[in-house]
């Protein structure tokens, strides 16, 4: 199949390959622009465009560049950039979009659905892959995969699942006729992009809300005016309440004290030299 290709981060890396693998014809690579990465700030090409300079794909980073090359499909993944409508079909000249989605549609529109199905505490979530609409992720779906998510699942792991189920699809269903996609149905939900400010741990909610705030990572709270961030814990219903744990139930695991590495919380604990009123905030 004559394809293009939209996507930015690492984690649409591996879907480009695939489809180069499995033997499509993929005529251009659209992506976000080169920007200063890491701690050094050097400027570096997205994740995408470096894939596929190896791969020999033209690259640009204008949508526009899609008109007039006479393709059958393009495929988004983790692209970033708003699409405009007359791009789409069926506008005239527009072009059928299809976009692998991390989440069961319509649960989980917008950019943070990893997170917030497993903030939100879900059983399970997925990939749903989707023709591009104007509307944020409202577009009929013409293939879903389900993934369980466990009690101890992270946000990486499960990302990284859902990665692997998103290549499989994309691979199985372009390997054949798409036919007709079935319209969202059910009450949507949307998955805000998560800010630091909602990492915070509120230590009036449930050792369940926290455990699963950790997972999700980047989870914070402070310790002596100075953020502490929480890497991993463990539920245990014998744990009390305490001082380094303001909700029963709850055992941290490991932190990061704020400009130093991480460490085990019991070391960061004996160290301390705690007064009788400190305690996590």
Same mark, same amino acid.
């Given at each position: 199949m004559r394809l293009a290709f939209l996507g =930015?981060?690492?984690? &649409?890396?591996?879907s480009l390959q695939a489809l180069v693998a499995a033997g499509h014809d993929v005529v251009i690579v659209i992506t976000g622009g080169d920007k200063r990465r890491g701690r050094r700030s050097?400027? +570096?090409?997205?994740?995408? %465009?470096? #894939?596929?300079?190896?791969?020999?794909?033209?690259? +640009?980073? +204008?949508?526009d560049d899609l008109l007039g090359r006479d393709l059958e499909l393009a495929v988004v993944v983790a692209f970033g950039q708003l699409i405009r409508p007359h791009l789409l079909a069926p506008q005239p000249g527009g072009l059928v979009m299809v976009n692998s989605h991390f989440s069961l549609l319509p649960r989980w529109r917008g950019a943070?659905?990893?997170?917030? &199905?497993?903030? #939100? /505490?879900?059983a399970e979530t997925g990939v749903c892959l989707m023709r591009l609409e104007a509307g944020l992720d409202t577009g009929p779906v013409y293939d879903r995969v389900r993934v369980p998510i466990g009690p101890h699942t992270t946000a990486v792991e499960l990302r990284e699942t859902l990665i692997a189920a998103g290549v499989e699809q994309l691979v199985r269903c372009l390997g054949a006729p798409l036919g007709n996609p079935l319209p969202q149905s059910g009450e949507p939900t949307y #998955?805000? %992009?998560?800010?630091?400010?909602?990492l915070r741990i509120d230590w009036s909610q449930t050792a369940a809300?926290?455990?699963?705030?950790?997972?999700?990572? /980047?989870?914070? =709270? =402070?310790?002596? /005016? %100075?953020?502490?961030k929480v890497l991993a814990a463990v539920l245990d219903e014998t744990?009390?309440? +305490?001082?380094?744990a303001p909700v029963a139930g709850l055992v941290l695991l490991r932190v990061q004290p704020e400009g130093r590495a991480a460490m085990a919380f019991e070391d960061f604990a004996r160290g301390l030299h705690r007064l009788p009123d400190e305690r996590l905030e």
């Open positions: =930015t981060p690492a984690l &649409a890396v591996p050097d400027v +570096s090409a997205s994740p995408v %465009k470096a #894939a596929a300079l190896e791969l020999g794909i033209p690259v +640009s980073e +204008s949508v943070a659905p990893v997170e917030r &199905a497993l903030l #939100a /505490g879900d #998955a805000a %992009k998560i800010r630091p400010s909602d809300y926290i455990d699963r705030l950790i997972r999700v990572g /980047g989870a914070w =709270t =402070t310790f002596r /005016g %100075k953020r502490l744990e009390p309440v +305490s001082w380094c």
